[in-house]
């Protein structure tokens, strides 16, 4: 019997995961229920949990290193300017001393 592939979203593969979890439904119901092998349900259960720290994270700690970034971003770009300017009139005097 040849079963045919179905693409589940995030949602879906959540929803699984919490049902089995949190509202205890039997594994085998639904798996037969959503029409997958219980090892499909434990890579999305593995899935979950590996990037669950994600969802967990603080994100004002986030939106901090993000301000910081920008302004070290800014702070460089100020130097990057200031260094051209000393560089073209360090050229431009090695230039009217006849220095090559």
Not at 30 to 58: H, T, V
Request: charged fraction near 35%.
């Amino acid at each position: 019997m040849e079963r045919k592939k179905r693409r589940f979203t995030a949602e879906q593969k959540v929803g699984y995961v919490r049902r089995h979890l949190v509202e205890k439904v039997v594994l085998s119901d639904l798996c037969d229920e959503a029409g997958i092998q219980p090892s499909q349900y434990y890579r999305w259960q593995k899935a979950l949990f590996e990037n669950g720290e994600a969802a967990l994270s603080d994100k004002r700690g986030q939106k901090a290193c993000d301000r910081q970034i920008a302004e070290l971003e800014a702070k460089l770009a100020t130097k990057n300017e200031v260094m051209s300017e000393l560089l073209e009139a360090h050229v431009a005097l090695k230039k009217s001393l006849g220095v090559s």
